[in-house]
């Protein structure tokens, strides 16, 4: 199965733990591993008709078990391995808070997107409605990009909550879809600010490494 955390094939060794309170009819168990490749916790809990041994319930009687993925909990997102710690972190738990709580998860990614603004793409402002102006002025993004950012203040109706525009983090109603909206401008913001730059670099360095084993001028990085 592929790992929730790191998103690699990889193969479990679940090992069950049943929990104490069962009946004939029902029993629970916890299924738990570690990923063989980043070495964090996979748990599930798992339902079903047990049967039993000496007593006690030996395994769930499978064309009746029901299985719930416990941790990591929420929805399943991933990060390019290109996007910075600092950036990646509030991304991966605005996705995790979501289906718990859509305002936290929205402000998660207001703040996400401002420090990718600010820190990375050298944006200048005292909100964040000028520093998405800014940057679309001085980074000149693709049109898509430019309009994703646009609507994030539409959609997220900052005329009726200012605090979104001058106080990023804090916890305010949202409007139906922004938070799911904001990730999907993050997950933008990661291909334009950090993933296709990476790439280049990386093309530009091999095909260097080629010129010089050939004798000839390098490019400029």
């Known amino acids: ?18 929990l104490k309170s069962y009946t004939n009819d029902e029993a629970w168990a916890v299924d738990t591993d570690r990923c063989p490749e980043c070495h964090k916790i996979v748990i599930f809990l798992s339902s079903g008709r047990p049967s039993f041994s ?4 030996a395994i769930l009687v499978e064309v009746k078990e029901s299985s719930l993925r416990a941790w990591p909990a929420g929805a399943v ?3 390019p391995p290109e996007v910075p710690e600092d950036v990646s972190k509030d991304f991966l738990e605005a996705s995790q808070v979501l289906p718990i709580s859509a305002q936290a998860s929205a402000a998660l990614s207001r703040r996400c997107l401002q420090h990718i603004l600010v820190k990375y793409g050298q944006a200048a402002g005292r909100d964040l409605i000028q520093q998405i102006e800014n940057f679309i002025t001085t980074k000149n993004p693709p049109s898509y990009i430019a309009k994703q950012l646009h609507a994030v203040r539409q959609i997220g109706n900052f005329a009726a909550h200012p605090q979104k525009d001058t106080v990023t983090g804090e916890i305010l109603p949202v409007e139906p879809g922004e938070a799911e909206w904001n990730l999907e401008v993050l997950q933008s913001m990661f291909d334009f600010q950090f993933v296709k730059p990476a790439q280049q670099a990386k093309r530009i360095q091999e095909f260097n490494e080629k010129l010089k084993a050939a004798g000839k001028q390098p490019l400029p990085q």
């Open 1 to 18: 199965m592929t790992c929730p955390h790191c998103n690699t094939g990889v193969k479990f060794q679940f090992q069950r733990i049943f």
């Open 54 to 57: 000496n007593g006690v319930p």
């Open 77 to 79: 997102v991933f990060c």
